[in-house]
């Protein structure tokens, strides 16, 4: 019965997840963003590390 | 686009600053990660080289304390240290804020190293520990890792609450929930079973075991491989989504695993169904969250150039195959046959020396790639990884084929000692796998210190991807609405969600097994138990500060194997007063649940002192050190030790047959139970004496090499090489061995003997050898015989008969059968001679009757009889022999 229950939550956790995705174009969106925020974050930081590199002579 | 939040102006997160990462916290908790991975593996190189020299710590810290000192070096020292400085990196550049202060950083990187890792070090290997596997540093220092941990959390959460949480990438989740969920259950696993007994406070401890792995080690070294390979690649991840559906599927089930750490164990089966489900679910999950790093890495091939990456790469590799062998391993079938065994040890070492050490390695290489005077050695960093992805291979291969032959061999019923035996090629293997994995680490750090400044720099610019500018990077991704409302409320349902997950998983794996179990308890238990003596309480100290519970079970559990080879099923009352429980997770040695009564003191002192004096075979390191230079002048330590194994399965003994009798009627419901109280035997110890009867006929065979070798690897040690009762233990046991030479035994007596042993002697049953095995054992023994047919003279033997019905019979019995009215009631509850199946030499026969046998109640008869008296009764006895084979 409590298997049952944890299956149960993990189908539907997973389940509802994909479903949001799938149907909604926007969250998809949302929830991809983080991604390239990051990568915009990283690349900030790398260049200026770079910079700082450069300025060692 | 800016945002009013509480007052202040906050920048759109594109416009964010980068805040300065501390370097100098960064080097830190590095070279501190270095040093005690360096120690932490030497601790590890040690233990293991005890398989096979057991006695190389002798006087010093013992195997136990050692493998203390490794496991909380491994997971506290290195990974702590290597997730620390990880998080000094990437919190910045995350939150685009600093952390919170460097002052605090100093504090936490002093307690960390100097209050918690030191001390507690310095403590196990004193003595001062408590036996919970991943929570071995005693409770002081507990307090002081809560605390670290607490520091941790003020000093990386607040980046994230200030920056707000849109857009939060995958890591940062990690790295959040890592730290939250760590401080609720390191107290879990640390303090609650202290407080909870036996087999309730295992349950508190599987769960712990696992969420040392699940809310902390994995989470933080995923937080670090979602970082890295994005960084390396200079490309975003796969899918984000993905990531997420990861991240929520980690949190949900990670916590619902522990108790598969206790298959067939008394542990109600609603929860271990539960955790075995949890632990299939997932495996499905893993396989996500690998298919989205892999996909993330697409492009850099399958040895990546940037060092950085290829860890990250390896680690990745790791973390999938370390995951499915979990999955495999909670299945019933396949626990049953490899838990216990080295496979456990092989997957441990592939979750904390593979996937989240090669994660934390990437971690301090991508960090140290972006400081620009950092010193940076790629050709070093090259070796380093792969001497360690081959070391840590064959490590890995090498003991998940031995748990394999372990499990093979214990579900065949094979005696005990053929599994150490069949084991020792694949220990030593395993030690030559840390040649490779300790230069590994060494280079590694050579590589870190060594080379031109900044030269990482260079690399990780000459490494990116070609393709680095995605298509969807800055500027061109279409703009989204404010989603900021919506965001809000979904962080607070995640938030309540996770902290859901976590009490789900107590409630479900802790707080209900427990309730159930005490339930057990009180039903089936006796309402008066023997408490434990002061003596037997310092012992049961001595086992835990040595970590014998880490070689030893204490846990039969369900299963055929189990019950065959050690007896009824544990149940729960059984360690109802057990604070805190000595369950263990790994057999090395035989499960002593029920050990008490299997062998005499002086066999236990004697097995303390010098194991391979009584046991050849074993690799158990001595502990000399509880002696006063020999078995026969045990110390306090080694008496109170004996005296704590005596309890073992002394309360069920006890109890029984009544108590198991009245747990039939009274939880006739209860089908596990009903298993241990319908067990065939209570106490199934092989070596187990037992009352005269029920030996198998043996065969009379022909003195084989087989024979000898069994000879040399079970009996050498008290009886010597060539059966003269010399062995190196002989000088320790009363009754000595008996001199094989002088003494001739029918063929029956020696079945008698070698299947029931000789009861309150260190003569052990052998009843985990064949029929086959002990017919050849004893053709040995046979051949060792002086004993001649030369008869004494009629006069003699009428004197001698005489003698005997004075003064022999009532022990011996009138005919020398060992039946004698007084045999019952002996002062020394030892058999008598039977010398209708057994002859002696005269001389031998002189030489006990005028010295006794010490240890029996076979008096020395010098004082009563003369020598014309002795000799005469000696030849007397000789011609009471039947001879033949009795079968």
């Known amino acids: 019965m409590i298997s049952s229950l944890v299956i149960l939550s993990t189908v539907l956790m997973a389940g509802g997840f994909l479903l949001v995705y799938v149907l909604s174009p926007a969250w998809r969106k949302r929830i991809e963003e983080p991604k390239h925020c990051f990568q915009e974050q990283l690349q900030r930081y790398d260049s200026r590390t770079r910079e700082s590199h450069e300025e060692i002579p | ?887």
């Open chain 2, 1 to 887: 686009m800016s945002e009013l939040t509480g007052g202040q102006v906050r920048q759109p997160i594109e416009n964010q600053e980068i805040a300065e990462v501390d370097s100098l916290l960064v080097r830190a908790h590095s070279l501190a990660a270095f040093v005690t991975l360096l120690l932490a593996v030497l601790f590890g190189i040690v233990i293991s080289l005890q398989f096979f020299w057991p006695d190389i710590t002798s006087g010093s810290p013992g195997w136990g304390r050692l493998r203390y000192a490794h496991t909380q070096g491994i997971m506290l020292g290195w990974l702590g240290n290597a997730f620390l400085a990880f998080l000094y990196h990437a919190v910045p550049i995350l939150s685009g804020r600093p952390v919170s202060s460097r002052r605090l950083g100093l504090w936490l990187f002093g307690i960390w190293n100097f209050a918690v890792m030191l001390p507690g070090w310095v403590l196990v290997l004193s003595g001062v520990s408590q036996p919970l596997e991943w929570a071995e540093f005693p409770l002081p220092v507990d307090v002081l890792i809560m605390a670290a941990f607490l520091l941790a959390a003020i000093q990386f959460l607040p980046p994230f609450f200030k920056r707000g949480f849109e857009n939060l990438y995958v890591s940062s989740w990690y790295i959040i929930g890592a730290l939250v969920f760590t401080l609720l259950s390191f107290p879990m696993g640390n303090i609650v079973p202290e407080l909870v007994p036996g087999a309730a406070g295992a349950a508190f401890s599987g769960l712990w075991i696992h969420d040392a792995v699940g809310l902390f080690v994995t989470p933080l070294a995923l937080a670090i491989l979602y970082f890295v390979i994005p960084g390396s690649t200079g490309r975003p991840i796969f899918s984000h989504f993905l990531s997420m559906l990861g991240f929520w599927g980690l949190f949900f089930l990670y916590p619902l695993n522990g108790i598969h750490h206790y298959i067939y164990s008394v542990i109600p089966m609603a929860a271990q169904s539960t955790a075995i489900i949890a632990s299939f679910l997932l495996g499905v999950v893993v396989i996500i969250v690998v298919s989205n790093l892999v996909l993330s890495q697409r492009g850099a091939g399958l040895i990546p150039a940037d060092p950085a990456l290829r860890f990250a790469s390896m680690s990745v590799v790791f973390y999938l195959v370390v995951s499915l062998q979990g999955s495999m391993q909670a299945d019933m079938g396949f626990s049953q046959m490899i838990h216990f065994t080295d496979f456990v040890i092989g997957h441990s070492h592939l979750a904390m020396l593979g996937f989240a050490t090669f994660a934390g390695i990437s971690g301090i290489i991508h960090a140290w790639q972006r400081m620009s005077d950092a010193p940076y050695n790629a050709r070093a960093l090259d070796w380093a990884y792969w001497l360690l992805t081959i070391g840590i291979t064959v490590m890995v291969v090498d003991l998940t084929v031995a748990g394999l032959v372990q499990g093979g061999l214990w579900q065949s019923g094979a005696p005990w000692l053929e599994s150490v035996q069949e084991s020792q090629p694949y220990w030593v293997l395993r030690s030559l796998s840390a040649i490779p994995i300790a230069a590994g680490f060494v280079i590694l750090l050579y590589g870190l210190v060594s080379g031109p400044k900044g030269a990482g720099v260079a690399v990780s610019e000459a490494t990116r991807l070609p393709d680095s500018t995605s298509a969807e990077s800055s500027g061109q991704r279409e703009s989204l609405q404010d989603p900021a409302k919506a965001l809000r409320m979904s962080y607070i349902v995640a938030s309540v969600a996770g902290v859901s997950f976590f009490v789900f998983s107590v409630s479900l794996l802790g707080v209900i097994p427990r309730e159930i179990l005490s339930r057990q308890s009180m039903i089936l238990g006796p309402a008066q138990e023997l408490p434990l003596s002061p003596a037997e309480l310092r012992g049961r100290d001595i086992y835990a500060r040595e970590g014998c519970s880490y070689c030893h079970t204490q846990q039969i559990r369900y299963t055929d194997a189990d019950m065959d080879r050690f007896g009824a099923p544990t149940l729960a009352w059984e360690g109802r007063y057990d604070y805190p429980h000595m369950l263990g997770t790994r057999r090395i040695g035989p499960d002593l649940s029920r050990a008490g009564g299997t062998r005499t003191q002086q066999w236990q002192l004697a097995h303390l002192y010098a194991p391979r004096s009584v046991v050849p075979q074993s690799v158990m390191p001595g502990y000399p050190q509880f002696f006063d230079g020999s078995a026969q002048q045990p110390g306090r330590e080694a008496l109170d030790l004996v005296a704590y194994l005596e309890t073992l399965g002394r309360a069920r003994d006890l109890a029984w047959p009544e108590g198991d009798i009245a747990g039939r009627v009274a939880l006739p419901a209860d089908e596990r139970a009903q298993v241990s109280l319908n067990a065939s035997e209570l106490n199934a110890h092989p070596a187990r004496t037992r009352p005269r009867g029920g030996a198998p006929d043996l065969a009379s065979v022909a003195v084989s090499d087989a024979g000898r070798q069994l000879w040399q690897d079970n009996c050498a040690g008290c009886h010597g090489a060539d059966g003269q009762g010399d062995g190196v233990a002989a000088d320790w046991l009363q009754p000595p061995p008996v001199n094989l030479a002088q003494h001739q035994y029918r063929l029956d007596l020696l079945a008698d003997i070698l299947w029931n042993g000789v009861y309150n002697t260190a003569m052990p049953a052998w009843r985990d050898r064949s029929p086959d095995q002990l017919a050849e054992l004893a053709a040995v023994v046979r051949s060792f015989s002086a004993v001649n047919d030369a008869a004494g003279n009629s006069q003699q033997l009428v004197e001698g008969e005489s003698v005997f019905q004075t003064h022999c019979a009532e022990c011996h019995g009138d005919n020398g059968d060992g039946q004698g009215f007084a045999a019952e009631s002996l002062p020394v509850p030892i058999a008598p001679t039977e010398f209708t199946r057994e002859r002696l030499t005269v001389d031998e026969s002189v030489r006990i009757l005028q010295n006794g046998v010490p240890g029996t109640s076979m008096a020395p008869w010098g004082d009563r009889l003369d020598d014309g008296e002795m000799l005469a009764v000696s030849h007397y006895l000789r011609s009471l022999f039947e001879g033949g084979d009795g079968q």
